[in-house]
């Protein structure tokens, strides 16, 4: 509300009413008509002096208006950013959580078949063994069938039956080393085979590990980073919003 220019007309009784100046400056007294001259003229520049302040108090007030309008967006739009860096960081964690099930899920269904594959391997040498020894005591059985079939068809005498006896028991030495040499064979094969699993299972297992260890480290260091933002974009808006406070408890 503008305020009553000094000298304006006002409706107290000690003010000169607008009739009374117009008799007067109808009067035709002589000295009347400079004098109210220069009072109306008075008046009228007390008038527009007022106008003029008021124009220039509701520029600065509009102008505070505009700044204070300003800093309002900046300080919504620090606290969106804010809002924005707590909901990527929780992405970011059940992401982090996710893949950290995923290598675990891995780890377990990786040793699960490298223990079943040691299973099936042990169970193939075993039956493979076993094959092998009853062919191989078929064989003793009928060469022994042979020996003797052989002696009582020829009626050998004492010193060739010893003989036979010693080519099989001979025969027989030398089919029970090469049924050792064998197995021994199939053994550490098979041993080398456990162990090239093994030692790929823990080259695997390392990997993994390494893996996310190296994902921990990248997400405390993503936190970390964001817990920085977000502690400067605080601070920013703490500081916009004291600034606003101040400003509106000292605007008139």
């Excluded at 100046?21 to 003229?41: A, H, M, T, W, Y």
């Excluded at 964690?93 to 950290?100: M, P």
């Excluded at 039956?127 to 092998?132: F, G, T, V």
């Excluded at 009582?152 to 004492?158: I, K, L, V």
């Amino acid at each position: 509300m503008m305020a009553t220019p000094p000298g304006s007309a006002c409706p107290t009784p000690s003010c000169p009413s607008t009739d009374r100046s117009s008799s007067k400056e109808g009067s035709g007294v002589p000295g009347q008509v400079p004098d109210n001259l220069l009072r109306i003229k008075n008046h009228r520049r007390q008038a527009e002096n007022s106008v003029q302040l008021l124009s220039n108090r509701i520029a600065l007030l509009m102008a505070e208006e505009e700044r204070s309008q300003r800093r309002i967006r900046a300080m919504s739009q620090t606290v969106e950013k804010v809002q924005r860096c707590q909901q990527e960081e929780s992405e970011l964690k059940q992401r982090l959580q996710q893949a950290k099930q995923v290598v675990s899920q891995t780890l377990i269904a990786n040793a699960t078949r490298v223990k079943q594959q040691s299973q099936k391997a042990k169970q193939k040498l075993a039956a493979k063994l076993r094959q092998e020894l009853a062919e191989k005591r078929n064989a003793a059985r009928d060469q022994r069938v042979r020996a003797a079939a052989l002696k009582t068809s020829r009626g050998m005498a004492s010193a060739h039956a010893e003989s036979s006896a010693d080519m099989i028991r001979k025969q027989k030495n030398e089919w029970m080393e090469k049924r050792r040499r064998s197995q021994e064979a199939a053994q550490r094969k098979a041993e080398k085979q456990r162990e090239e699993r093994l030692m790929d299972e823990v080259e695997r297992r390392n990997q993994a590990e390494k893996k996310l260890m190296e994902m921990a480290a990248l997400e405390q260091r993503v936190l970390e980073n964001l817990m920085q933002t977000r502690t400067r974009q605080k601070a920013v808006y703490h500081q916009y919003e004291k600034l606003f406070k101040d400003k509106v408890r000292g605007a008139p």
